[in-house]
């Protein structure tokens, strides 16, 4: 099992920006492809963005597009999660999330083909 380690979360002001980052315990030598979800109180878990195991396909959900930007440092196998323009429906807990794949193309969104969970860190974007 991966583990996946997130941080970077906080408290912000509506249009403010904030980084996450999310460190993972795979092997270098497998491709995992990783995105970020997020779930607020009393809602589902929504994808936010995903990435390749190589870092040149990328996803994101149609709430944060233009806005959020997915990165991976392989050498560090950890990803990163660029917040701008936060505003208050941001608020949620965001996970980190891997699946191994076969391709170091492929972009996964559906969180059923992760595998590996990170804790979740907490986002509030205050009004």
């Known amino acids: 099992q991966v583990q996946l380690v997130e941080s970077g979360g906080g408290l912000v002001q509506a249009g403010a920006s904030l980084s996450l980052s999310c460190a993972s315990s795979?092997?270098?030598?497998?491709?995992?492809?990783m995105g970020w979800f997020r779930q607020a109180p009393g809602k589902e878990r929504e994808f936010v963005s995903g990435?390749?195991?190589?870092?040149?396909?990328?996803a994101y959900g149609d709430s944060v597009k233009g806005r959020f930007t997915i990165s991976r440092d392989s050498r560090k196998n950890t990803i990163y999660l660029q917040m701008n323009n936060l505003k208050p429906e941001d608020t949620a807990v965001y996970y980190c999330?891997?699946?191994?794949?076969?391709?170091?193309?492929?972009?996964?969104?559906?969180?059923?083909?992760?595998?590996?969970w990170g804790q979740g860190t907490q986002v509030t974007v205050a009004s």
């Open positions: 795979g092997r270098t030598d497998i491709y995992y492809a």
């Open positions: 990435i390749s195991a190589t870092g040149g396909r990328t």
């Open positions: 999330a891997s699946g191994r794949t076969g391709s170091g193309l492929i972009v996964r969104t559906a969180a059923t083909l992760f595998d590996s």
